[in-house]
């Protein structure tokens, strides 16, 4: 736990201006403006099969 507090964790930001932002297009139907001021979703490899079955939605 401690590496993972002081070497991987690099910021923390709030966002919860941004997802009120977020959730207020979304409700009034403004799909693609929500959707442009979230970040980019990356793919990640999986390591095998194993760790993709587990991850893929519906499994």
């Given at each position: 736990m ?7 964790i ?50």
């Open positions: 401690r590496r993972y507090a002081d070497e991987w690099v910021g923390i930001r709030d966002v919860t201006p941004l997802a009120h932002r977020v959730h207020a297009l979304v409700r009034d139907g403004q799909l693609d403006a929500a959707r442009a001021l979230l970040p980019a979703e990356r793919v990640y490899p999986a390591a095998d099969d194993r760790s993709a079955a587990a991850v893929r939605p519906g499994s």
